[in-house]
């Protein structure tokens, strides 16, 4: 059984900290991991991707990938308010492309004014 | 716009009454797929299709059915619903084979099985 696995939370963490978001994957064939973020009764929004070991930086988000401990993170500089949400961790294993996406059960995270 | 559409958006049905839920997307693309989303257990994939006339089961396909006969629609089948099918569900679709291409999700649609 593929899973992706996650802290449920809740993480909280004051206004303008790094919020630290821990995914880890069972298959190693997956190629490619997405973060996503949803706030209540919505819909996923795509943060984030990697396919690649090391890190990827996107304004205040960095995703980090270390495939060989199957491990994935997502650190969140200068945490808002407005990102208040829970973030979910997928992976994929059709190479760029997302079928067959194997989502976690998302961390909530909280900022605190 | 791009926009990926469900409906019904909330549904209260009753057991064994068949119902389907319509996902339509105008961006032309190839993948499409549906989630079901409940509390604890995350996002699992019911279903997913490649292309036009290719569908593939997901994580959870009991119960469900789907076809694509069309490459912008994707609907979802409830041949006979169960109140273990009370969730959200979301439509989702993207791009084939580009590397970190957005996934577009729906709205999501609330169906409660009474």
């Known amino acids: 059984q593929k899973e992706v696995e996650q802290n449920s939370g809740p993480l909280s963490v004051p206004e303008g900290a790094i919020a630290s978001l821990n995914c880890t994957y069972s298959d190693r064939g997956s190629q490619s991991f997405f973060w996503y973020r949803q706030y209540s009764g919505k819909s996923p929004e795509l943060i984030m991707f990697i396919y690649s070991n090391g890190d990827k930086e996107d304004g205040r988000f960095t995703a980090q990938l270390n495939k060989a401990s199957q491990y994935v993170s997502l650190l969140i500089r200068d945490s808002q308010p407005s990102d208040s949400a829970t973030y979910l961790c997928?992976?994929?294993?059709?190479?760029?492309?997302?079928?067959?996406?194997?989502f976690g059960k998302g961390t909530k995270l909280s900022v605190k004014p | 716009e791009a926009q990926v559409t469900q409906n019904p958006r909330y549904l209260i049905t009753v057991t064994g009454k068949k119902l389907t839920v319509t996902c339509s997307q105008n961006m032309n693309h190839e993948y499409m797929s549906w989630y079901r989303q409940d509390p604890g257990l995350g996002l699992r994939q019911i279903y997913y299709?490649?292309?036009?006339?290719?569908?593939d089961k997901g994580d959870v396909p009991e119960g469900y059915k789907v076809s694509r006969k069309e490459k912008r629609n994707f609907p979802l089948i409830l041949e006979s619903p169960s109140p273990n099918q009370t969730s959200l569900y979301f439509c989702?679709?993207?791009?084939?084979?580009?590397?970190?291409?957005?996934?577009?999700f729906g709205e999501g649609s609330w169906l409660t099985v009474v």
């Open positions: 997928a992976a994929s294993n059709y190479g760029g492309s997302q079928g067959n996406l194997i």
């Open positions: 299709s490649m292309n036009v006339e290719v569908t």
């Open positions: 989702a679709s993207s791009i084939r084979g580009d590397s970190g291409n957005t996934i577009y």
